[in-house]
Each structure stands twice: as C-alpha cells, then as structure tokens.
C-alpha cells in the first residue's frame, strides 16, 4: 500500500513541478501547445461498436480490433447507432503480407479520408463506392507500382497528399484534370514527368509538385489561382521564364522555384505581393539585376537567391538582412555589394563592388561549376543570419527544461528521504 501511494505523490509532485514552471516562460502562442479539442472518436461511455462489416474488414488489413478501433489514433468514427462507422483510417508500417481486397474496400466506403504511410501494399482499384465519399488521400512511401491513371480516378478529392512514390505512365495533368473540388495537393518525389496542366481549378490553395522531372514552362494559367498560398516547384525541369503575371497570385505566401532552369529576370509584378514571406529562387538561370522592391516585403522571412546569374549592385542594407530568417545570395558571379551600406562582417558569398557597381575582386566561387565542390562559403554566410532563428525557438525551451528537471530532483529527493526514514525507523 505505502509504495503505492508514494509513487502517486511523486508522481503528482513531478507533475505539478513542471505544470507550475511552463506557462509563464513560454510566452509566443504559436511555441505553446494548445490543449487538444476532443477528438471525433473519443471513447464516449454510451457509444456504439463498430459495423462488424467494418470490423471484419480491419482484420482482414492486418489491423488490431482488440480494442475498440474507434478510439485508436489510426481510426476515426462517426457516432450512429446501431453501429458506428469509420471516417478516417491510417494504414502505417504494414506487414509484406497484407493485401487490399475489392470486399474490404467496398465495406470501407464510409471513409473520407484514407492514408497509407510506410505501407508499400499492391494497389487495386478502388470502388466507386469508396471513391465518391474520399475527400483526402495521402499516400506516403507506401503503394506499389502507382500510375497516374489510378490517381485520377479520386475524383472527389480536396486534398491529396502523394509523396516519395514512384508515379509512371501519366503526368500531372492525367491525374488533377478531373479533381474538381481539389483544394490542395502535393505530388512529391515521385518522379512524375510531363508538362504542367493548362487548366487549373480556381479554389486550389497549395500546389506543390517539388521533386519530380516536371518539364516545359510555368504556364500562365497557373498564375490565375487568386487563392493559391503555397507553390512549390521547386527541383523540377522547368525552363524559359518566370511567368510575369506571378504577381497576380494575390494570396501567395510561400513560393519555391529553386532548382529549375528557369531564366530572364524576377519579375517587376512580384511587386505586388504584399504577403510574400518565403521566396526561393536558388539554383537557376536567373539573369539581370535584383529589384530593390523587395526590401519593401514587410512579411519576408526567407529569401534565397543563390546560384544565379544576377548581376550589379545588392539593394539591400544590414537591417533588411538581419531581419530575415534566411538569407542566401552566393554564387553570382556578377553580383556585388556596397561596402559603405554593408560593412565587412557580413559574410554574402559574394564580392564588394567597386566605385562603377561591378565586383571588386572574384568572389571565391567565380560561378564556374568545377569551384562548387571544394566551395566552403556556403556555410560562412549562412551561420550569421541563421543565429536569430535559432536563439528563437531553443532559448525559452532550455531554461524550462533545466528549472523543470532541477525542481523534479528535489522533489524526487525530499519524496526518498521521507520513505528512507519511514522504512528504516
Ligand atoms: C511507423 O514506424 C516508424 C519508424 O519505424 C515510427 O516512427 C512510426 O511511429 C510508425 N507509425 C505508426 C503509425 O505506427
Ligand atoms: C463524386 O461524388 C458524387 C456525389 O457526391 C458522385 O455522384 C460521383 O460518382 C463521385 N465521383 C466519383 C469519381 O466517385
Ligand atoms: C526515381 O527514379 C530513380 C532513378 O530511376 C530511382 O532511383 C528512384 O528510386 C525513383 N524514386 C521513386 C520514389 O520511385
Ligand atoms: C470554390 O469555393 C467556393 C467557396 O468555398 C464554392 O462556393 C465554389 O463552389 C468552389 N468552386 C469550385 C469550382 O469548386
Ligand atoms: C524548354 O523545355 C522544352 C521541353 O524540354 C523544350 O522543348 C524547349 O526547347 C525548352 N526551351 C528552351 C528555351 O530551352
Ligand atoms: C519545397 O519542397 C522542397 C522539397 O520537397 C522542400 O525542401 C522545400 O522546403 C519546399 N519549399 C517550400 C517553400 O515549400
Ligand atoms: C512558409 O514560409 C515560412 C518562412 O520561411 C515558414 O516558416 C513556413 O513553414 C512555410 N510554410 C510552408 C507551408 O511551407
Ligand atoms: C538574361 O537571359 C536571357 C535569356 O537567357 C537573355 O536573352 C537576356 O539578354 C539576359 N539579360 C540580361 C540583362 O543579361
Ligand atoms: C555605396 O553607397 C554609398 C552611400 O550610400 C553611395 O554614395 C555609393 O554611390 C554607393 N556605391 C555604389 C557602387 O553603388
């Protein structure tokens, strides 16, 4: 009995120590975890079971129905009576031998939403039954052997989330042409070819198609999406010009196009997007000078420009720069700063500019791709401006850390002594 209730005080003790110490040091909202709302499938006392068709076809998936599927984290449910029904199901780190059955699917069809993860089963083809209530698929290093076909069959779809996968036979505009309540959609790492769609639909708010073999231009249907936020294109082969309508996507917050072969200047329409506050522009063609509006982007956070071919004159002083989380600009050749705006200690992977605005002497790496193995900059004049970053989100956590487990010692301390001298006396 005694232990018992020591190891609970103890417990409370410990609990309470550290209860007391987080709230007053964690101070921004975003760093302080939010109690949870409770979940859809919270083990109400007075809930229903589950459908034993349902229940029967978890089994058959290779999933544990020991307990109540309902209340696992892989599964979510609706609360009907007699029985209740799935609503979402996770599939993750399955076993070699498990096998999607049309039967098993077809019970299924109550999901919305369905991810596979770590879950390289063979793919068959879904069910209309299955496909006409599914609003999200993720599908993440999981899926033998998919095609763009198969995908385009999720007509239903608002978001699809498809990730290190191989995807053959059809590029993206097989697979989105015909999703068209589609709010959000990645298609990374998959080695999808093809061109990008002509035809976009109008209420898409993230597209993100990183690190495929993607080809052709940025086509200007794309930059019509006003309620686009994220656009990541990024690692792709894209070529010809930034399209200069971009300052036409209104909403836009995070784009990347880093690693295309995209050439011509940024355009002046970029301007234009006040809410702008992750631009990656990095490893491409990019040529002329870089515009001095975008000092003026209040929200910018990240800007990489970095292996290009920008030339003249960098628009930016030490303030702007510090402020940024991310600043890259290295490897182009023709670019310069001002040494009475910018001083020394800034290490920019680029050179000073003499009194004409052309680089003094040649920066380290003289653009020439033979330099960029043996090239140690890129860590020199990143160091400066990633520090803020860092002192940010590690600072608080540590001290909380540190008084938390100290105050737990001595807790746990008093707590031990006070049995040692019960049990010894
Ligand atoms: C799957 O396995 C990985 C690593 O083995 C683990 O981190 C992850 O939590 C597992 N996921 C599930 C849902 O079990
Ligand atoms: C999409 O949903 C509608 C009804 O909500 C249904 O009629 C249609 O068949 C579904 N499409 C597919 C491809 O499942
Ligand atoms: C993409 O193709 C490369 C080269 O053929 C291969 O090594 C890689 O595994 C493929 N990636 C995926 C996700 O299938
Ligand atoms: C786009 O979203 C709006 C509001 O959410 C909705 O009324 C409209 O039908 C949607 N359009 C399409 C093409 O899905
Ligand atoms: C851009 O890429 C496409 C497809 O690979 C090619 O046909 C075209 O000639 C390229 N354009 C330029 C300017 O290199
Ligand atoms: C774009 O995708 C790449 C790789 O998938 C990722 O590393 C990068 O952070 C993404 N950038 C943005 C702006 O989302
Ligand atoms: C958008 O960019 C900001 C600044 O770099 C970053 O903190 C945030 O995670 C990005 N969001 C997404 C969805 O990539
Ligand atoms: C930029 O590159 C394009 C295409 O490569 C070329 O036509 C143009 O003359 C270049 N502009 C400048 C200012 O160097
Ligand atoms: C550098 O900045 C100083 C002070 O603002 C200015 O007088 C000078 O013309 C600039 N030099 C170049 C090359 O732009």
């Given at each position: 009995m005694a232990p018992d209730l020591s190891l609970l005080l103890i417990f409370l003790l410990l609990h309470h120590a550290t209860a007391a110490v987080v709230p007053p040091t964690s ?5 302080t975890p939010?109690p ?7 083990p ?23 307990k ?326 590690n600072g608080p956590s540590k001290v909380v850390l540190g008084v938390a487990i100290g105050l737990s010692s001595i807790v746990f301390l008093i707590v031990f002594l006070v049995l040692l001298s019960k049990c010894c006396k």
């Amino acid at each position: 009995m005694a232990p018992d209730l020591s190891l609970l005080l103890i417990f409370l003790l410990l609990h309470h120590a550290t209860a007391a110490v987080v709230p007053p040091t964690s101070s921004p909202p975003s760093s302080t975890p939010t109690p949870k709302p409770p979940a859809r499938s919270s083990p109400i006392s007075s809930s229903s079971p589950l459908d034993p068709k349902q229940l029967r076809a978890l089994q058959s998936l290779n999933l544990p129905t020991s307990k109540d599927p309902c209340s696992s984290a892989a599964a979510s449910c609706d609360s009907s009576s007699p029985f209740r029904h799935l609503l979402s199901l996770t599939l993750a780190n399955c076993s070699e031998d498990v096998a999607l059955s049309l039967t098993a699917l077809k019970s299924l069809s109550t999901l919305t939403s369905l991810t596979f993860a770590n879950c390289p089963v063979t793919p068959i083809r879904f069910p209309t039954e299955l496909t006409s209530n599914l609003h999200t698929f993720t599908c993440v290093n999981s899926l033998k052997k998919l095609t763009g076909v198969w995908l385009s069959r999720l007509q239903n779809l608002t978001d699809l989330i498809v990730s290190d996968v191989g995807i053959t036979a059809s590029g993206p505009t097989i697979i989105l042409g015909g999703m068209k309540f589609l709010h959000s959609v990645t298609i990374s790492h998959t080695n999808l070819s093809g061109y990008l769609p002509k035809h976009w639909h109008p209420n898409l708010t993230s597209v993100d198609l990183s690190g495929n073999h993607i080809k052709g231009k940025i086509p200007i249907s794309l930059t019509r999406l006003e309620n686009l936020v994220h656009l990541n294109l990024s690692s792709n082969s894209l070529n010809e010009t930034i399209p200069t309508t971009i300052g036409d996507l209104s909403s836009l917050q995070n784009i990347s196009l880093a690693s295309n072969s995209l050439s011509g200047p940024i355009p002046e329409s970029l301007a234009a997007l006040p809410a702008l506050m992750h631009l990656d522009l990095s490893f491409n063609q990019l040529n002329g000078t870089i515009p001095n509006f975008i000092r003026d982007m209040k929200k910018l956070k990240y800007l990489n420009l970095a292996s290009n071919s920008f030339r003249g004159v960098l628009p930016f002083n030490a303030a702007f720069i510090k402020g940024l989380e991310v600043f890259k600009v290295g490897q182009n050749s023709n670019l310069c700063y001002n040494h009475t705006v910018l001083g020394s200690k800034m290490k920019l992977g680029i050179a000073a500019c003499d009194k004409h605005g052309l680089p003094l002497s040649p920066p380290p790496a003289k653009g020439s791709s033979a330099d960029d193995s043996s090239d140690g900059s890129d860590d020199d004049y990143d160091d400066g401006d990633n520090v803020v970053e860092k002192k940010h989100h590690n600072g608080p956590s540590k001290v909380v850390l540190g008084v938390a487990i100290g105050l737990s010692s001595i807790v746990f301390l008093i707590v031990f002594l006070v049995l040692l001298s019960k049990c010894c006396k």
